[in-house]
């Protein structure tokens, strides 16, 4: 059932519904609004005659068709959005002079786009990638883009890299292949040869690059911003957001079936948990550095490969994000929202990070030609709450009507309209910062440590963490064709984690090489002293950081998990209901499966609709499985290759499950039977304890002895 959305009729909502429209209880129309009398059939020269270039109805309907279309983006093609609103806990004014910070109870309308990087608009959910998440506050001072991704660190450091690293993940040029895959030489070639990469690398190397969903992801500003108070003051910041559900992902194994079953995964999941009225929200943190702080971390600031350890800083929050609504139209929403990490507002502002100040260029540019005019502002779903006066005119696809004579300043014919606002009424200005330099192309050299961040990646993860990215890396570079490439790679992990490398090269079937040919990391300039690089600069400034880690300790919320109940015929209302009843209590959603569609009987006599027949549905979709006691529903499934396949995955994927009296007989003949004492596996189908088991979102520790079950 849908619940009623939590946000009144906010700002941007009511400026959307200008420009909504449906046509129920209207006429069919041109886009001239001449009413259409036949929409089946052309004009044509008698019946069985030629059609005539006369009908404007015909070529109207399929001109319009024919530019449907518009580039996709070049990076972040896939994507998802939502509508929401943003809440300050407490006035922040101390810290920064934007309305976001500082005006407790109002509701900030937001919409945020969640995305893949590498592959095409229509390419699979589940790729191992970093995800986008870009956040469009509308506020009362003008928009303010948090264009982040779901790892708090980039492959790059400097914006002049974007290309070369964009065109060595994409397909590879000469045959378009592999879509939405960093798994090929090209990536490897420029990973190895830059290892600036190697930190998100190694994020993307983890579970973090194939979420359960993309409500339970965490986002990142990733680079240092300032906060400016009333004073002028700057503090330094980091943005983070976390997310209420808790941050989980699903196995690889998973992902590669998902992206076969259903594509749409992750969208699917996060448009039907709003449309149930299970709100997504996140809390936004500040890691909050001061001025004269600059300079005391063994790594700089500016530089957007290195996190800030929330030991060393701890992440304070300061409100929450919820998502309450879904779009009305993908194309005129997801599809032409336009993100700009340089959309900010007073209060907020930039540092000399050279990354952010290449992508302060790059997001307007696109725009141009991926909407196609300067107006994309105007788009509904671009535009600003707050009043927009200047005197930007024309262009394509202009829709503001400017009156008057005046697009000039200063103006006297419009009486020096429109005027400029001072600082103390909310004009922008930016921040001083005293700037002294010469003019270099070159990179700090306080940028030069690559190594100690992707190793306080790896020692912070869990072990069976620390499994899944030896996996990967095996996977990704068993996947490449050149040898000299995987061996480069070799050589770094070795410069990481002797362990890892090590077992990556059996996997792989190669040697760790003592040496490699030339330098190091070759992306620098050609007069740059290739001995100032790695890995030598590796240092070791705190042994591990828990929140660099997914391994939780404590339960997080399972609203909108996905639980299947496998039944047939005849299944215990009695045992089915326990369950039922406490996972709902919880807010998960509770899907009968079973080996037929319709409607099926429980052994009280009652009909119950089947959710999803087996032969529609995978063990991979849900995030548990519970089976009934019933002697005819438990006969039937044992009966059921794909029903035993059903557990068996559930098993290996380390779920919660189940088993109810009678159901024992199916659990015999699948792999449950071998985890007798398992953590998430049970016998007595005790609600509170599956629930508890769901809480905890996997039973990893028995991942070690699943590697025999074959599905
Ligand atoms: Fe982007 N990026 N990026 N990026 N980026 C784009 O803008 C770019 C970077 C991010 O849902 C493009 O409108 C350059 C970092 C997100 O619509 C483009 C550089 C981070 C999205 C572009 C970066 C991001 C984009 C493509 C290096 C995390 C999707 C379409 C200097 C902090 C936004 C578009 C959405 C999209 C350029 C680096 C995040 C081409 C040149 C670092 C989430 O302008």
Not at 136 to 152: A, C, M, Q, R
Not at 326 to 334: G, H, R, V, W, Y
Not at 453 to 468: F, V
Request: proline share 5%; glycine share 6%; charged share 25%.
């Amino acid at each position: 059932m849908k619940k009623k959305t939590s946000t009144p009729q906010g700002a941007k909502e009511q400026d959307l519904a200008k420009c909504t429209t449906d046509g129920s209880d209207n006429v069919m129309t041109t886009d001239q609004g001449v009413k259409i009398n036949n929409d089946a059939d052309s004009l044509k020269a008698g019946e069985r005659g030629a059609s005539l270039l006369e009908d404007f109805i015909l070529r109207e309907k399929i001109t319009h068709f024919d530019h449907e279309r518009i580039p996709e983006r070049i990076v972040h093609a896939r994507g998802s959005a939502a509508h929401g609103y943003f809440e300050l806990y407490e006035d922040l004014s101390n810290l920064s002079r934007a309305g976001i910070f500082t005006k407790v109870g109002v509701r900030t309308p937001v919409f945020v786009r969640f995305s893949t990087v590498a592959g095409s608009k229509g390419s699979a959910d589940l790729a191992r990638d970093i995800r986008g998440f870009a956040v469009k506050f509308y506020t009362e001072e003008g928009i303010f883009d948090l264009v982040g991704n779901n790892t708090p660190v980039f492959f790059i450091q400097d914006a002049m890299k974007f290309p070369d690293l964009i065109h060595s993940v994409k397909p590879e040029p000469d045959n378009e292949i592999p879509q939405a895959a960093s798994a090929h030489d090209t990536f490897y070639d420029f990973v190895s040869l830059a290892t600036e990469t190697l930190h998100n690398h190694m994020w993307a190397m983890s579970d973090r690059a194939i979420p359960r969903s993309l409500r339970m992801m965490e986002g990142f500003g990733i680079h240092t911003f300032r906060l400016i108070n009333d004073a002028g003051k700057s503090h330094f910041v980091r943005f983070h957001w976390k997310p209420a559900l808790g941050v989980h992902s699903v196995t690889w194994d998973e992902a590669l079936k998902i992206n076969g079953a259903d594509p749409d995964f992750h969208r699917r999941d996060l448009w039907d948990a709003i449309e149930q009225g299970i709100f997504p929200s996140w809390e936004l943190g500040l890691q909050i550095i001061a001025e004269e702080d600059e300079h005391k971390f063994e790594f700089d600031l500016l530089d957007a490969t290195k996190l800030i350890p929330e030991e060393l800083v701890p992440v304070r929050l300061v409100g929450k994000m919820t998502l309450d609504r879904n779009p009305d139209n993908f194309f005129a929403e997801t599809e032409q929202v336009a993100f700009h990490p340089g959309h900010i507002v007073p209060g907020i502002d930039f540092t000399n990070d050279p990354l952010l100040q290449g992508r302060l260029f790059s997001y307007t540019d696109t725009q141009l030609s991926r909407l196609g005019s300067p107006n994309f502002h105007e788009i509904p779903i671009n535009r600003s709450v707050s009043p927009v006066h200047n005197n930007q005119r024309d262009a394509q696809m202009r829709t503001t009507i400017n009156k008057g004579k005046v697009a000039y300043h200063p103006n006297t014919m419009g009486g020096g309209c429109p005027f400029l606002a001072k600082a103390a009424e909310g004009g922008f200005t930016s921040y001083e910062e005293r700037i002294d330099g010469k003019k270099i192309r070159g990179r700090s050299e306080s940028f030069s440590d690559h190594f100690s961040q992707p190793a306080l990646l790896y020692r912070s993860l869990a072990k069976w963490e620390q499994e899944h990215v030896i996996s990967a890396y095996s996977f990704e570079l068993g996947k490449c064709l050149i040898n000299a490439i995987k061996s480069r790679m070799l050589y770094l992990l070795d410069q990481i984690d002797h362990s890892l490398a090590s077992r990556v090269a059996e996997n792989i079937g190669l040697p760790i090489p003592k040496e490699v040919e030339g330098p190091i990391n070759r992306n620098i300039g050609a007069d740059a002293d290739p001995n100032s690089q790695q890995p030598g600069k590796a240092k070791h400034y705190l042994e591990s950081s828990a929140a660099l880690s997914q391994d939780i300790k404590k339960p997080t919320p399972i609203e909108g998990r996905q639980v299947a109940a496998l039944v047939d015929n005849g299944f215990d209302m009695d045992t089915f209901s326990a369950i039922e009843a406490a996972l709902k209590a919880e807010g998960a959603l509770v899907k009968i499966v079973s080996p037929s569609g319709g409607n099926i009987t429980c052994n009280k006599g009652m009909k119950h609709k089947v959710d999803a027949p087996l032969s529609t549905t995978e063990s991979v979709f849900y995030d548990a499985v519970f089976v009934p006691c019933g002697q005819s529903s438990v006969d039937s499934l044992q009966e059921n290759g794909k029903a035993l396949k059903f557990i068996n995955e559930a098993v290996k994927h380390c779920k919660a499950i189940a088993f109810a009296g009678k159901a024992l007989a199916l659990r015999d003949r699948t792999a449950a039977k071998d985890f007798p004492s398992d953590k998430a596996i049970f016998s007595d189908a005790d609600p509170k304890k599956f629930v508890d088991a769901i809480a905890l979102h996997r039973n990893w520790e028995r991942e070690p002895q699943t590697s025999h079950i074959a599905v």
